[in-house]
């Protein structure tokens, strides 16, 4: 691990305004959902990254310059767990990485093995199906219309052969969708599974990038929550649900065109995942090495 002697500091003048800056970027995102949160109602798409994934809001506007950067008299760092503060210079407490070291190593093989694999095309996004087969009562998104109604979409589901790939995409399938898929997915099979044309999958970057502050500049969350956003709604503009009233046309998997739209768009998501995928991966590699550097 690097020591305070390598560390580049940073006085206010400097990272007062890449901080102002980030934060400008988040708010895009944060302030509509804070607002809509206030007024008690929710958006079945904008808020799903806040709602499924563990950042929230403030966290996701404050920014972090990463592991080799030291910030000179900030008093909203220095009052984060996170950091260490030493004669008024605020720097990440890199003593916590050995705490999460397995679970940097698994992380960097999900990458590794993610990035290696060839993109998969036949899916369709028939997961959100899969998870009101046979039971529309239980829908994830109450309130929101199936754009076919039960029975057509249930007869969806029975005219696909489903290709789900993804452990927590397949964990909400309806009992009788599971039995649909054609691997049982769980977590101890997921290394063997995850491959880089899955929309969830390019979502979960975000998840991955989130769990590395503040050991990372920030640019890199919202690098990969920006992209998790567009990914969220190719996902739902395939579902079964009717989103028209939130601006959202439907993207019909059901119909030849629908299809061929659909896997245009897991292409273009799959690109842009691409070199985010392999910057994570660099960042874990580096704070592995880093850490093994230190114990010897």
Wanted: charged share 25%; net charge negative; glycine share 6%.
């Amino acid at each position: 691990m690097r020591t305070e002697s390598t560390t580049r500091l940073l006085g206010p003048e400097a990272w007062g305004p890449l901080a102002a800056a980030h934060r400008a970027r988040a708010q895009r995102w944060t302030v509509p959902h804070l607002e809509r949160r206030h007024q008690g109602v929710s958006h079945p798409v904008e808020d799903f990254l806040f709602q499924y994934y563990n950042l929230s809001p403030g966290a996701l506007e404050r920014w972090h310059p990463g592991r080799h950067v030291g910030l000179v008299d900030s008093a909203e760092h220095a009052a984060l767990g996170a950091y260490v503060t030493i004669d008024g210079v605020s720097r990440a407490d890199l003593t916590r990485v050995e705490r999460r070291l397995s679970g940097l190593r698994w992380t960097a093989e999900l990458l590794r093995r993610t990035a290696e694999r060839p993109g998969r095309w036949g899916c369709f996004g028939l997961h959100e199906w899969a998870m009101v087969y046979r039971q529309p009562a239980e829908r994830r998104h109450d309130g929101v219309p199936l754009r076919l109604g039960a029975a057509g979409t249930d007869e969806v589901v029975r005219s696909h052969q489903l290709a789900c790939t993804h452990v927590d995409a397949f964990r909400f399938f309806t009992p009788e969708g599971a039995e649909r898929n054609p691997v049982r997915l769980t977590r101890e099979v997921q290394l063997e599974h995850e491959q880089p044309g899955c929309l969830h999958v390019t979502m979960d970057l975000y998840r991955t990038s989130s769990r590395l502050l503040p050991f990372v500049e920030s640019s890199i969350v919202l690098d990969t929550f920006e992209l998790a956003c567009d990914a969220r709604q190719i996902d739902m503009r395939a579902s079964p649900y009717d989103l028209r009233e939130f601006g959202l046309d439907p993207i019909a998997v059901e119909t030849p065109e629908g299809k061929a739209t659909y896997v245009r768009e897991q292409r273009r998501l799959a690109e842009l995942a691409a070199p985010l995928r392999q910057r994570l991966l660099e960042h874990v590699t580096d704070l592995l090495t880093e850490s093994d550097s230190a114990s010897h």
